[in-house]
T-cell receptor
Framework: DAGVTQSPTHLIKTRGQQVTLRCSPK?????VSWYQQALGQGPQFIFQ???????QRGNFPDRFSGHQFPNYSSELNVNALLLGDSALYLC??????????FGPGTRLTVL | AQKITQTQPGMFVQEKEAVTLDCTYD???????LFWYKQPSSGEMIFLIY??????QNATEGRYSLNFQKARKSANLVISASQLGDSAMYFC??????????????FGKGTHLIIQP
């Protein structure tokens, strides 16, 4: 049973560019959440998708947007990249259970 | 105010000793859940243990137990008989409200645990 998968593993972009990160949830899960983890910090909640709709959002600007597809996979898009967007981006999936299952993350570096 | 506070940035512990990692939380909700995650250097967050606010008994999962003191708003993680493989970052997190497990978690800043042989 495959767990949560994310692609790519690493990514390098320059300021002002746009980036798309991808996530496939664990089998049987219908909800996907995205987190940003800056170096030396705990993860911060970006947003959550359920039934292809954004259900909840953390304190992130509109430059951060997402999408969920009918197969429950999800994308995180970040426009107009800033140096401060450099971080590990974690995807987590869940169903009605309390537990979140996290993927291995995508490490984004903005130069 | 911080919703999750982890006061130990780093800890060194001898192998086979028990370890307590501190976590205090702040919420006005009556219903909430508390989680502990382990993050090795690879980056993946590994679920360790969960405690619901209405759970009367402290949660246990193998070598992990959660010392839940509701009145003190404390949810410390206890690792018994530590092993070298326990070296990692440990994060305490909280989910507020009645979300069915699918709501955003608030994480603390983490504790870097190093187990020494």
């Amino acid at each position: 049973d495959a767990g949560v998968t994310q692609s790519p593993t690493h990514l390098i972009k320059t300021r002002g560019q746009q980036v798309t990160l991808r996530c496939s949830p664990k089998s049987g899960h219908d909800t996907v959440s995205w987190y940003q983890q800056a170096l030396g910090q705990g993860p911060q909640f970006i947003f959550q998708y359920y039934e292809e709709e954004e259900r909840q959002r953390g304190n992130f600007p509109d430059r951060f947007s997402g999408h969920q597809f009918p197969n429950y996979s999800s994308e995180l898009n970040v426009n107009a990249l800033l140096l401060g967007d450099s971080a590990l981006y974690l995807c987590a999936s869940s169903s009605l259970a309390a537990r979140l299952y996290f993927g291995p993350g995508t490490r984004l570096t903005v130069l | 105010a911080q919703k999750i506070t982890q006061t130990q940035p780093g800890m060194f512990v001898q192998e086979k000793e028990a370890v307590t990692l501190d976590c205090t939380y702040d919420t006005s909700d009556q219903s909430y859940g508390l989680f502990w995650y382990k993050q090795p250097s690879s980056g993946e967050m590994i679920f360790l243990i969960y405690q619901g606010s209405y759970d009367e008994q402290n949660a246990t999962e193998g070598r992990y137990s959660l010392n839940f003191q509701k009145a003190r708003k404390s949810a410390n993680l206890v690792i018994s008989a530590s092993q070298l493989g326990d070296s990692a970052m440990y994060f305490c997190a909280m989910r507020e409200g009645m979300g069915g497990g699918a709501d955003g978690l608030t994480f603390g800043k983490g504790t870097h645990l190093i187990i020494q042989p």
